[in-house]
């Protein structure tokens, strides 16, 4: 069974400084990762996603991940945040059949606040 | 393009009713998702559907739990018999049937079982 850690629940980080959330996912296959970006109150937003090919991805909003095959990790990153940044941080792993995506099964999200 | 929409927004019950969800996705996503996510966690994967055929079940989905796409456009999601449980965001997303299926998550309905 595929499974995502997030191992820090909470992360406080100053405006202006940079940003890792960690990631690391249980999958028998190639996993097709992704980040999701949850403000309150709103729906799930994509910020960026992994199929294959390479391994560090562009996101929205200046974000950015690497891929770790060897250390099972799907790291997000940020060389500088903003305010608007705040937010709740989920990374989830995903696989396809059938023409299509199945269920995605999400870590139990991190939790972003900036301080000023 | 309106997005994934979900109604209503917020749900107030009482123990032992039913409630019923209704989610409209992308128009011409073939694919059709429906999570639930409780304070403090990740949303939790329940089931989903390919046009109008739920391909699978998550075991969250007690046999309380019951969802229809019957024309491969809209989801209903029904639950029977509502318990203090059931408290949670119920979100529907969507998903096209070409790479690189991009799921796009809609607001959520809040339920609350009182």
């Known amino acids: 069974a595929q499974s995502v850690t997030q191992p820090d629940i909470h992360i406080t980080v100053s405006e202006g400084a940079s940003l890792e959330l960690r990631c690391n996912y249980s999958y028998g296959a190639t996993p097709y990762l992704f980040w999701y970006v949850q403000s309150p109150g709103q729906g799930l937003q994509l910020l960026l996603k992994y199929f294959s090919g390479d391994t560090l991805v562009q996101g929205i909003k200046g974000f950015e991940a690497e891929f770790k095959r060897s250390q099972s990790s799907f790291n997000l990153r940020k060389p500088s945040v903003h305010w608007s940044d705040a937010a709740e941080y989920f990374c989830a792993v995903g696989s396809y059949s059938g023409g299509g995506a199945d269920g995605l099964t999400f870590g139990k999200g991190t939790h972003l606040i900036i301080q000023p | 393009d309106t997005g994934v929409s979900q109604d209503p927004r917020h749900k107030i019950t009482k123990r032992g009713q039913n409630v019923t969800f209704r989610c409209d996705p992308i128009?011409?996503?073939?694919?059709l998702y429906w999570y639930r996510q409780t304070l403090g966690q990740g949303p939790e994967f329940l089931t989903y559907?390919?046009?109008?055929?739920?391909?699978?079940k998550s075991r969250l989905l007690s046999d309380r739990f019951s969802a229809e796409r019957p024309k491969g456009s809209f989801s209903t999601l029904e639950i029977q018999r509502t318990e203090q449980g059931d408290s949670a965001m119920y979100l529907c997303a969507s998903s096209p049937g070409q790479l690189p299926y991009e799921q796009y998550f809609g607001p959520g309905t809040r339920l609350t079982v009182t």
């Open positions: 128009s011409e996503h073939n694919r």
């Open positions: 559907f390919q046009n109008e055929a739920q391909l699978e």
